[in-house]
């Protein structure tokens, strides 16, 4: 089969053929239609950590192939989504497991098509669990730092969907795709000071913040933007959580497989959102396969608006 591999330290993904995985007792050979990008794609490749050779890619949608002997949820022939971080999902096959929450899968409805279904999980999961952990709920100010990326699209929707305040913080030229997710106000980071402006317009502090893209340094200027008791997320590991601590602010650095959310029922939680029109997926761009290399460099220089996806055919 064709898959984008890494085979050596500073490989940045290689097309080429490479045998066909085979699944076992409990896990299923799903044929690939679609993966998404996600900015951990591209992380775990540069950080050296993954065992060598391995197949770039997590989140992916496709048909079941065939499902191991003790395989009792799927069948073939059904389009099922999910992630496939041990196997990969750059691939024409990949294999998933029937049941593991740090993997979890899931039917494809009819009404919700394969790019869709592959753009979801990494990032739909990361921005539900956040928007737990903080709380969000009708009446809650949520500033939402890196609006517009892959999470930030989702996390917008979502607590647009709870009824809570949400200010997004992204790039001038994303303020038309925020406000229209779900942003009641804007901050463009490029053309003003984010402190002065979130001061100004809520002196009392906001409640919680959704931060996507600050270092550890910058992290820590969001404790003078947030009320006592307020409550910070960090999906980059960014927060130093006793620093906050010591200022009456709960942090987290949220590791969303570690998450409830990382599960079947997350999951199917996004589809209902989908399904009855309380989201969407937001894809910028649709690239072949053989391209995923170059959707990874796209990602890390950190200007897409929203979802990559990768097309198998």
Do not use: C
Request: proline residues 4%; aromatic residues 4%; hydrophobic residues 45%.
């Amino acid at each position: 089969m064709k898959a984008v591999i890494v085979e050596h330290r500073g490989d940045e993904g290689t097309f080429k053929d490479v045998p066909r995985p085979e699944p076992g007792e409990h896990e299923i050979l799903v044929r690939v239609i679609a993966a998404s990008v996600n900015p951990i794609d591209w992380k775990v490749r540069d950080r050296g950590e993954h065992t060598l050779p391995f197949v770039l890619g997590q989140d992916f949608a496709g048909v079941v192939s065939e499902p191991g002997a003790r395989v009792s949820k799927y069948r073939e022939g059904e389009r099922i989504f999910g992630i496939a971080r041990t196997h990969g999902a750059f691939a024409e096959y990949t294999v998933a497991s029937e049941d593991d929450p740090e993997e979890p899968i899931a039917k494809i409805p009819d009404d919700v098509g394969d790019a869709d279904a592959a753009s979801l999980p990494t990032a739909g999961l990361t921005a539900l669990a956040a928007i737990e952990w903080l709380r969000v709920e009708k009446g809650t100010t949520l500033l939402v730092v890196g609006a517009t990326g892959g999470v930030g699209t989702f996390a917008l929707q979502i607590a647009r969907d709870r009824s809570a305040r949400v200010i997004g913080v992204a790039g001038s030229t994303s303020e038309g795709l925020a406000r229209e997710l779900g942003a009641d106000e804007f901050v463009a980071y490029d053309k003003e000071d984010l402190a002065a402006a979130i001061k100004a317009a809520h002196p009392g502090g906001v409640d919680a913040v959704l931060d996507l893209v600050s270092s550890g340094d910058a992290i820590k200027g969001m404790a003078d933007l947030v009320h006592a008791d307020g409550r910070i997320v960090s999906t980059i590991g960014s927060a130093d959580v006793d620093w906050f601590a010591q200022r009456n602010i709960a942090a987290v650095n949220l590791v969303m497989a570690q998450t409830p959310q990382s599960s079947h029922a997350g999951l199917r939680t996004l589809l209902e959102l989908l399904e009855q029109q309380r989201m969407r997926v937001i894809i910028v761009d649709e690239r072949p396969l053989a391209e995923a290399a170059e959707a990874l460099a796209e990602s890390k220089r950190g200007s897409v608006n929203g979802k990559i996806v990768i097309t198998v055919d």
